[in-house]
T-cell receptor, first 113, second 113 residues
Framework: QKEVEQNSGPLSVPEGAIASLNCTYS??????FFWYRQYSGKSPELIMS????GDKEDGRFTAQLNKASQYVSLLIRDSQPSDSATYLC?????????????FGTGTRLTVIP | NAGVTRTPEFQVLKTGQSMTLQCAQD?????MYWYRQDPGMGLRLIYY???????DKGEVPNGCNVSRLNKREFSLRLESAAPSQTSVYFC????????????FGNGTRLTVT
């Protein structure tokens, strides 16, 4: 079982719609959760982080965390063509040390004008 | 404030050649990382340095060595390159702590023929 699993997509949504990206993780002791956006040929860029159960909103982005069900999601409201990218979910365990961050393989999102 | 910078941007090697990827960060981060990204495999950790003076292997260290030259700089050396090392390599840095996200530099596209 992979540490972090994402649907690879592609996920296509029309401009203005809500895009919903999901991620599940296997280790219950995971404590920190991150969403990165990666445009084709570019480096991953942090867009959201969430550490406690519930929702966290930042502009058009909302991250949702449910530790009991071991999933984290990212909602993008009013999707724009510029949101077309691959979204990476990353999960960090609680123990010290740097080798405790795990990435999913990413979901490719296409926003259709 | 340049963030995380790396050289070179592109590199083509013949099998058996060696090279060094250079990385520097100006964010006063303690931890630095080298990842590789391959289609369908996601980001995989090669080596990391939790703090100046320490380095540790990640998930896929084979054929590589690293040097944490000082707090700012972390280099990755490929000894006797093989076609399996064809990939995009990313350097990243972070503060210490379970809630600290990674900040990535631009990738280096390496092709080994």
């Amino acid at each position: 079982q992979k540490e972090v699993e994402q649907n690879s997509g592609p996920l296509s949504v029309p401009e203005g719609a809500i895009a919903s990206l999901n991620c599940t993780y296997s280790d219950r002791v995971s404590q920190s959760f991150f969403w990165y956006r990666q445009y084709s040929g570019k480096s991953p860029e942090l867009i959201m982080s969430i550490y406690s159960n519930g929702d966290k909103e930042d502009g058009r982005f909302t991250a949702q965390l449910n530790k009991a069900s071991q999933y984290v999601s990212l909602l993008i409201r009013d999707s724009q063509p510029s949101d077309s990218a691959t979204y990476l979910c990353a999960v960090k365990r609680g123990q010290t040390g740097a080798n405790n961050l795990f990435f999913g393989t990413g979901t490719r999102l296409t926003v259709i004008p | 404030n340049a963030g995380v910078t790396r050289t070179p941007e592109f590199q083509v090697l013949k099998t058996g050649q060696s090279m060094t990827l250079q990385c520097a960060q100006d964010m006063n981060h303690n931890s630095m990382y080298w990842y590789r990204q391959d289609p369908g495999m996601g980001l995989r950790l090669i080596y990391y340095s939790a703090s100046e003076g320490t380095t540790d292997k990640g998930e896929v260290p084979n054929g590589c060595n690293v040097s944490r030259l000082n707090k700012r700089e972390f280099s990755l050396r490929l000894e006797s390159a093989a076609p399996s090392q064809t990939s995009v390599y990313f350097c990243a840095s972070s503060m210490t702590g379970v809630d600290s996200p990674l900040h990535f530099g631009n990738g280096t596209r390496l092709t080994v023929t």
